[in-house]
Every structure is written in structure tokens, then in C-alpha cells.
């Protein structure tokens, strides 16, 4: 009867379990509560475990539905699980009581002896908790059969403090059992779902893609269970299920959906259908379809009961979980919600939303309808809902009849359009699939294939197929070849990494759009190669960008990501220039959100969320950086970005902890997508952290691969992704000054050459500790202090605030206090006003932590250890350099490192204080 050993917390159940400890501890009764599927019996089970640990008593009970049916059944388990010795001091009478009842004597016609059977519970009770505290586990308390649960009430009523009851129970129950057991003012602890950040965690736990977390997190609701039997179906499903918004309706997925809508009753199936198919359920809605007020409501707020649905202040309708109503409608048949679709058709207020529902409702050719439906598309489209119009495009070429072809093929061609843009793979892909299996033209074919590349995101590696399809069918046509040239180049850069090739694609995609007379290709050309060379280091890359702008090319066509405006925003955000890039972002927000290409807002989102790091307003950051993550869980886009995005947020006004765990999601999302530009990115993102969270080694590790990453990627110019600095800071941290010299000295000419004012301000940072390390710290204090007053010239507070931390270490080495003291208090002025958290907190622990990575390091590196104990022995520095295969400069320079750290000043304290430690 014993729970299951779980050594860790529950995924996102970490502080539960902690706060219901703790109620245990001081109140010794608490109630957890959910619905099912939500993990109470993974929480008991943690709870249970921590009292073990402790070296408490644990008694568990998890009676299951057929024990309702049998007087008594869970009463004998949990004696049943007594150890013999608690038994012993009974009474005659409540021993023979206790046989009876576990049926190992013959009761009396009588029955057995209830008063002495109750009394004996709460003698053994009593035992138990005589030895030390007891923790008594009533899992699906639900399930109690009456007469267990009359002798559990009166043996808890009059058990001694020491023993300590958690009950876990469905939300379904009225909570009687509870209230009888435990009392009316126990608290009651409802278990909450998943958020998608919990999501992913419990996928990478159970070896499923990360990719996946937002579709999961959708369909599932952040029900745990749930959420694991969508992402095994997803994972298994052919073709890329992350984009994918078809939902399991079968296997294990199904299943558990309805066993959590078999909690609602029986009545309350209709008005959950008509809420179901609803686009935006409201109660309003319901009764106008037909729905009995009262009925309604009644089925509304069993349905809340049972953690289906919420309903909202105003009164807007909203399942707890995608898979629900999509279940729901599944299981009601064509004809079912046919007549649903009727009645919603002449409820709703909007001409779009009756349009659909009169389409759904009939499964007839139609014109009238498919043009009335193609109008509502082309509203939506306006509207920026481009995955409402990409369905409705789909409807309407079902109800065109058979006889205008020419009609159905382009409304197909125009859903994969809008699907494509909408990011929503599974509706591309439908309507390509329906237009390649009709007599389509090259043209037609293109377009559709490319709708399906386009809404591929970041997930480029299955497309090969594609792409050559989609090339022998653009042959002999210059605008089409352009197109297609246009993705081939976007291809070569995000999954090939190689934008030597992907400037060259680009340059004939322009050529191509050139000849055809199409200005839109032409500036998405010259602006896909002023991108390459940025990243290549050709300084002729602003000269190409100033062209693209010069195009006078129409802006909707072009669409935000792609543009040359866009790109004119990360050149200005790589260069610092900060306050015009924002103000062009802001200008660009109003049309990304208008567009409904999800894509393009969530890259604006981005780029405001890196300019206000950069800024230091951190608060704003994480801000955009939040709805950059809410929109990709939403739309289904490629994750690995926007953990990219949330990781540096965090890193600048959140927690360093959540950023390591955005960065760790967001390399494996990218390596799953084969996305080697954002892997370099997260893996940059982690290095970061690392070190500055006082693990130089591991962000060794971690910044090389950045390295050879974009070294693979061809990457030249320093701007675009500043990890330069940051491994040497590593280097010098875990005692490789000449490694970290090596590499300054390598990317320093680039800087120079190319003008890189503010990426040479952070490797001179980074020469100061190399010059601290080699010792000169007065050439390294001068250093820091004027690249300091570079980054406030540059206004670039966390730049300046992180420079300020080095200045402090580095004055503490020196033992110069006063100056230290102000460096750091300065910093945390710095931090202060950016509201960057996670850095206040190293200026706050500076004093009393050893080691934060950035202040004073006090624990010996390997070699350093090797070193010590050399020369504590009485080598001499010479006999040190030789027997460690070093220079002798390089023995002086680590000695006084060690020195240092150590806090000595000859090498008879140095041997004592190796003694001591």
C-alpha cells in the first residue's frame, strides 16, 4: 500500500508540494483537488515522499471505484498495511473486532463490533503516532465506501496531532468525504495546470520533442496526463506535427478526453456541443441558438465543476483544453452538428462567422454559398485572421460545384495562400494536396508548394521533396524562379547554414525578378543579400540595403519579415542604434498585427524585446518577450525562437534560472529543427548564464560550440551574435588567459575593420580581465573604467553595469576596498534603474557568495590547485614551469592569481592556507 519512491517534485508541482508540506506540517489536514488526469496521485505520491524522508510514517490508501461497492473494503486495506506490531497492544475485544472484520474470524449474525472495531482504529492510530509523526494518504477519496469512511471519521476526529492527513479527491465529487473526514475549514488545494514552459519540461522528461510544447499545451490544456498522450500522438504522426492543428480524436489522446467530459451531466451535452462549434462561445450566443436560459447555465456551471470550461466575466465560453471540443464534435457525427451548425447560423451577429456555420451546416454544392464564403475570406484576410481565411477558402472550393473548375482551383490556391501566411501547415498542406490532384497549372502548383514551404517556419529539412518539385515547376518562368529562389536562399541560411550560397540564390532570385518586372521580388532579393553580407562582414551590405529601399515595391505583397524595412531595424539594432530602431518597430507593430502572418509579428515582437534589453529597460522586454512566446504557442510557430527571445529577457530582468531553462528548450527545439541559426543563439543565450552564474567551464564548453557553429555558418561580422567576449571572460575564468588573448586578438581586426564601435567596447572588456589574469591589474582597472564610460556613452546600461562588476573584482583583488565598494555600488545603480533583477542579485551577494562567476573567485582552478601545492612544497618557480610543462612568465602570472584568491602573500602562507583548506 506504499506509494511509489519519487525522489524530485513533479513537473511544475515543485512549490505545491512545498506550500501542502507545510499545511501538513502546521495544520496537519489539507484537501488536494483536480480534475482528472491533473497528477493529485503524482503530488500525494512527492508529499508522501518528503515525510519519508524525513523519517516520518507514511500509511497510504487508494481505493478504486469498485470499493464503493463493498461495505468496508478500504477500512481493511489500510489495517491491512499496519505494521503487526501496532496490533499487538489491543484489547481482546478490538483485536477479535479487527479479525472479524478483515473476515479472518466468523462474525456473529450480529455482525461484527462496531464500537470496538472504531475504537480499535484509533488505538492503532494511536500506536503509530506514538513512534513519531505519521502521514496518513487517502488517494481518490471519492471512492470510499460509506462504512470505511464512518470508521476513518471517527478515528480522525480523536487521533492524536501528530498524525497528518492529505486527502485527494476529483473535482467532479461534492467534496462530502472530505468535509467528514477532515472538517469543514481544511483547505482545500486545487491542483492548477501546466503552463507551456511546464509543458515542455515534462515532454523533455519523457523523451518527447520539445518542438511540440505549444500545440500541446493547447490541445491538453496543461492537463499532464493529457498533455502526454497528445504529444506521444503528435510525435508519431507523419509530417510536421508541430505545425499541425489536427487533433488525436483516437488512441489514448481520445480516450481521456472523454472520460473528462463524461463528468459533466448528461444534460449538458447539447449546450457543450453548440459551445464546441461556436467560433467565440458566449452564453448570449447559446440561448439566441436555442439553449433553455436556465438549462444552459445549469450545464455551463456543471461543466466549470468539472474543469472542462471557464466562463469568463464576459461571458465569453472557453474550454480548458482544444481536444475537448474537438472531441465533442467528432463524436456528434455529420448530422449532429449539422443541426448545431443551423441554429448557430441564425444566432451569431458576424457575416463571417454566419457564413461558416451555413456552410457546415449543408454539405451540397452551392455558388451562391462558395462566393458568399470566398467574400467572408477576403474579409477576413482584411481583418488579419489569415488562418479563419484559409478555412473559409477551403469551404468555399467544396461547395463550388463541378462544373467551374477554374472557380474551385483558385480558391485553393488562395486557402494555401493564406495558410502559408498563417503558419498553419496541416491547412497548406490540405490545400496544396487538393490542387496538385486537379488539373492545375505551373503556376498554380508553385504557389501551392510554396504555401507549403512558407508555413514550414524554422522546420526546413523535410522539404526536399518539395523544393524540387516545386523548381521543375517554375522552369521557364522568370517570376516564378524568383519565388522560388527567394525560399531556396531563406533555406540555405536557417537549415544549411551557408549564406555564401543563400547571397548567391538571393542574386539570381533578384536577377530573375528583374526580367519579370516584379518589384516586390526584386526588393525581398536585395534585401535576403544585404542580409548575407552583413553576416559575412561585406561592408557593401548597407549599400545593397539602401537599394532594396529604394524600390518603390508595394508593402502588403512584401509582408514585415522579409522587408527591407525590417532589415533596416536589425542593422540599426546591431549597430546600437537603439532609439531609431524602436522607433521603427513601433511603426511596423500596427501593420504586423493587421497582416495575420504570424511570422511577421512575432519578428517585430522580437526585435522590440532585444532593443529594450539592449536599452536596458527590462521590464519592457520581458513584456514583448511574453507575447513573442504566447504568440507561438497560439499560432504553432518553430519554439526555438521564442525561448531564444524569452532566455535573454529573463537574463536581463527575470531570473537567471528560467533563462537557463528557455535556453536549454530552445537548443533542443533547434536541433530538432535542424535550426542552426537560433541554435547558435540559445546555445549563446545558455553561455551566458552560465557564466555569470558562476560556472565558467561549463560556459566554456557551451561558447565554444557557439563558435563553431558560426564558424560553420560562415558567420564574419561580430554584431550579430556577440559571444566573443563572453568566452573570453569563460577562458580567463578557468584559467586560459592566453586562449582568451588568442581569441581577442583574432576578432578584434574584423571589429575594427567593419567600424564595430560597441562590440570592440565588450572585448576590451574582456582584455582587462585577460591583463588582471596576466598581471597588470592597474592596466586592467584603466581599461575597464574607460570602457565603462564608452557604454554609458553609448547609452547601453546592462553593457556598462556588467563592465562595472568587472571593475570590482578585479579592485578586490587588488584589496583596493574603497574603490571596489564603488564600482559595485555603482552597478547596482546601473541595475537599479534598467529593473534588472537577476544582476541586483549578484551585487547584492557579492560580498558573502565565493565565485558568482563575475565578483571574486575564490576556488582554485585545476591547475592552479597543481601549482599550489608545487610550489607550497618549496618548489621554485623554475622547478614549477618545468615539471608543468610552462613558461616561467606563465608561473608567475597564475601564482599570482593564487595569491590573490587565496589572500596570501608568501609562499609560507600559501602552504599553511593549503593546509587549512
Known amino acids: 500500500m506504499e506509494p511509489p519512491a519519487r525522489p524530485d517534485a513533479p513537473t511544475g508541482r515543485g512549490e505545491l508540494v512545498t506550500t501542502l508540506d507545510e499545511m501538513l506540517r502546521t495544520g496537519g489536514r489539507a484537501v488536494l483537488r483536480s480534475a482528472t488526469g491533473m497528477g493529485r496521485t503524482t503530488v500525494a505520491e512527492a508529499v508522501a515522499a518528503a515525510a519519508e524522508a524525513r523519517g516520518e510514517t507514511v500509511l497510504w490508501l487508494a481505493p478504486e471505484a469498485a470499493d464503493l461497492e463493498v461495505a468496508g473494503t478500504s477500512a481493511a486495506a489500510l489495517l491491512a498495511s499496519v505494521p503487526c506490531a501496532a496490533l499487538e497492544r489491543l484489547s481482546k475485544p478490538q483485536r477479535l473486532a479487527i479479525a472479524m472484520f478483515r473476515r479472518e474470524t466468523e462474525a456473529p449474525d450480529t455482525g461484527w463490533d462496531r464500537v470496538a472495531l472504531r475504537l480499535a482504529m484509533v488505538e492503532v492510530l494511536r500506536a503509530l503516532a506514538a513512534t513519531g509523526p505519521v ?8 471512492w470510499l465506501d460509506q462504512e470505511s469512511a464512518d470508521l476513518l471519521r471517527f478515528a480522525l476526529r480523536l487521533a492524536p496531532p501528530s498524525l497528518r492527513v492529505l486527502l485527494a479527491e476529483s473535482l467532479h465529487h461534492g467534496g462530502e468525504v472530505a468535509d467528514a473526514l477532515c472538517g469543514l475549514g481544511t483547505p482545500r488545494v486545487p491542483l492548477r495546470p501546466l503552463d507551456a514552459d511546464e509543458v515542455s519540461e515534462l515532454l523533455v ?13 493547447r490541445a491538453s490544456g496543461g492537463n499532464p496526463r493529457l498533455a502526454l498522450a497528445v504529444g506521444r500522438s503528435l510525435a508519431e504522426a507523419p509530417g510536421p506535427a508541430h505545425h499541425a492543428d489536427t487533433l488525436p480524436l483516437s488512441g489514448e489522446a481520445g480516450e481521456l478526453a472523454r472520460r473528462l467530459l463524461a463528468e459533466a451531466p448528461a444534460d449538458a451535452y447539447l449546450t457543450l456541443l453548440h459551445a464546441a462549434l461556436a467560433a467565440r462561445p458566449t452564453t448570449a450566443l447559446l440561448r439566441r441558438a436555442g439553449r433553455n436560459p436556465a438549462e444552459a447555465e445549469a450545464a455551463l456551471a456543471a461543466a466549470a465543476r468539472a474543469g472542462l470550461l471557464t466562463v469568463r466575466d464576459d461571458n465569453a465560453v472557453v474550454f480548458t483544453a482544444e481536444l475537448l471540443p474537438a472531441t465533442l464534435a467528432a463524436d456528434a457525427g455529420w448530422a449532429g452538428c449539422a443541426a448545431a451548425h443551423a441554429a448557430l ?23 451562391e454559398l462558395a462566393a458568399e464564403l470566398t467574400t467572408a475570406a477576403a474579409t477576413c484576410r482584411r481583418r488579419g485572421n489569415r488562418a479563419l481565411a484559409a478555412e473559409l477558402g477551403l469551404l468555399a472550393a467544396e461547395r463550388t460545384p463541378a462544373d467551374r473548375p477554374a472557380a474551385e482551383l483558385a480558391r485553393l490556391v488562395g486557402a494555401a495562400e493564406d495558410a502559408g501566411c498563417a503558419g498553419r501547415a496541416d ?26 514551404i512558407d508555413s514550414a517556419g524554422q522546420a ?13 515547376d517554375a522552369a521557364g518562368d522568370p517570376a516564378l524562379c524568383a519565388a522560388v529562389q527567394l525560399r531556396i536562399a531563406n533555406k540555405l541560411n536557417l537549415y544549411d547554414g551557408d549564406p555564401v550560397r543563400s547571397r548567391a540564390a538571393a542574386a539570381e532570385a533578384g536577377v530573375l525578378a528583374a526580367v519579370s518586372g516584379d518589384r516586390v521580388a526584386e526588393a525581398m532579393a536585395l534585401t535576403a543579400q544585404a542580409r548575407m553580407g552583413r553576416i559575412l562582414g561585406d561592408p557593401g551590405a548597407e549599400r545593397i540595403l539602401a537599394e532594396a529601399l529604394a524600390v518603390p515595391a508595394p508593402t502588403d505583397p512584401l509582408g514585415i519579415l522579409n522587408s527591407p524595412r525590417y532589415l533596416a531595424v536589425r542593422h540599426a539594432l546591431f549597430d546600437d542604434r537603439l532609439a531609431d530602431a524602436r522607433t521603427q518597430l513601433l511603426a511596423l507593430l500596427p501593420a504586423a498585427e493587421r497582416s495575420g502572418s504570424a511570422e511577421d509579428l512575432f519578428s517585430v515582437l522580437r526585435a522590440l524585446a532585444e532593443v529594450e534589453t539592449r536599452r536596458g529597460r527590462c521590464q519592457s522586454a520581458l513584456g514583448y518577450a511574453r507575447r513573442a512566446l504566447d504568440l507561438t504557442n497560439e499560432a504553432g510557430l518553430s519554439p526555438g525562437p521564442a525561448w531564444y527571445i524569452a532566455a535573454i529577457a529573463e537574463t536581463a530582468g527575470g531570473s537567471f534560472r528560467r533563462a537557463a531553462g528557455y535556453a536549454r528548450r530552445g537548443v533542443q527545439a533547434s536541433e530538432e529543427e535542424q535550426d542552426r541559426v537560433f541554435l547558435s543563439r540559445n546555445l549563446h543565450a545558455l553561455g551566458l548564464v552560465e557564466l555569470v552564474t558562476g560556472d565558467p567551464v561549463k560556459a566554456v564548453t557551451t561558447l565554444r560550440r557557439v563558435g563553431g557553429s558560426e564558424a560553420g555558418q560562415q558567420v564574419v561580422d561580430p554584431s550579430v551574435l556577440r559571444w566573443h567576449g563572453e568566452l573570453a571572460e569563460a577562458l580567463v575564468a578557468t584559467d586560459a588567459p592566453e586562449e582568451a588573448a588568442d581569441l581577442l586578438d583574432g576578432v578584434r581586426p574584423v571589429a575594427e575593420r567593419l567600424g564595430r564601435t560597441t562590440v570592440l567596447a565588450a572585448l576590451d572588456r574582456a582584455q582587462a580581465l585577460c591583463l588582471a589574469a596576466a598581471g597588470d591589474p592597474a592596466a586592467a582597472v584603466d581599461l575597464l573604467e574607460q570602457t565603462a564610460a564608452r557604454f554609458a556613452e553609448a547609452d547601453l546600461p546592462l553593457e556598462r553595469g556588467r563592465t562595472l562588476l568587472a571593475l570590482a573584482r578585479v579592485e578586490r583583488r587588488r584589496r583596493r576596498r574603497a574603490p571596489a565598494r564603488a564600482a559595485l555600488q555603482a552597478a547596482t545603480e546601473v541595475f537599479t534603474l534598467a529593473g534588472a533583477r537577476p544582476w541586483l542579485d549578484i551585487t547584492t551577494e557579492a560580498p558573502s557568495v565565493p565565485d558568482t562567476g563575475l565578483l571574486r573567485p575564490t576556488t582554485l582552478t585545476e591547475a592552479e590547485l597543481r601549482l599550489a601545492v608545487l610550489v607550497g612544497e618549496g618548489a621554485s618557480n623554475q622547478e614549477a614551469a618545468a615539471k608543468l610543462f610552462l613558461s616561467v612568465k606563465t608561473v ?3 601564482l599570482t592569481r593564487i595569491y590573490q584568491k587565496l589572500d596570501v602573500r608568501s609562499r609560507a602562507q600559501l602552504a599553511t592556507a593549503l593546509r587549512t583548506r
Open 205 to 217: 522528461r519523457r523523451g518527447l520533442p520539445s518542438r511540440l510544447a505549444g500545440r500541446v499545451h
Open 460 to 472: 526546413l529539412g523535410d522539404l526536399d521533396e518539395t523544393f524540387a518539385h516545386v523548381i521543375e
Open 135 to 142: 502521514l496518513l494518504v487517502v488517494d481518490n477519496a471519492h
Open 427 to 452: 491547412l497548406a498542406r490540405r490545400a496544396g494536396a487538393a490542387v496538385l490532384a486537379r488539373e492545375a497549372s505551373p503556376a498554380d502548383r508553385v504557389r501551392a508548394r510554396l504555401a507549403v
Open 892 to 894: 608567475e602570472a597564475r
Open 345 to 367: 447560423a441564425a444566432a451569431v451577429d458576424d457575416v463571417v462567422e454566419a457564413a461558416r456555420h451555413r456552410a457546415l451546416a449543408v454539405d451540397t454544392a452551392d455558388e
